[in-house]
């Protein structure tokens, strides 16, 4: 059974930083490609960040230069880095990962930046 966990949501001032991390159990997050996305209130979630398994890396350009995602193969993790914060950036951050045809997704962690 595949269980995705996130942590490192909190509370932030603007041009603050937060570390938030995925921890995966039941899947292997090194064959995979895995996700950050993000929701706001009232908005569709979002994808924030992507990892391929080749370490291939990607943003959206709300995050680009400002979000970095890495992951620790040793630890079964993904980690979403994020400096500079906006208030926008505010919103809960799931990690994603699929396996034949299914797409797990963690609790979520709230991020919440003030201005």
């Known amino acids: 059974q595949v269980h995705l966990v996130e942590s490192g949501g909190g509370l932030v001032q603007a041009g603050g930083s937060l570390r938030l991390s995925c921890a995966a159990s039941?899947?292997?997050?090194?064959?995979?490609?895995v996700t950050w996305h993000r929701q706001a209130p009232g908005k569709q979630r979002e994808l924030v960040a992507v990892?391929?398994?080749?370490?291939?890396?990607n943003y959206a350009d709300s995050v680009k230069g400002r979000f970095t995602i890495s992951r620790d193969n040793a630890k079964n993790t993904v980690t979403l880095q994020m400096n500079s914060l906006k208030p926008e950036d505010a919103a809960v951050y799931y990690c994603?990962?699929?396996?034949?045809?299914?797409?797990?997704w963690g609790q979520g962690t709230q991020v919440t930046v003030s201005a």
């Open positions: 039941g899947i292997t997050f090194s064959i995979r490609t």
């Open positions: 994603n990962v699929a396996r034949s045809g299914s797409a797990y």
């Open positions: 990892i391929t398994s080749d370490g291939t890396t």
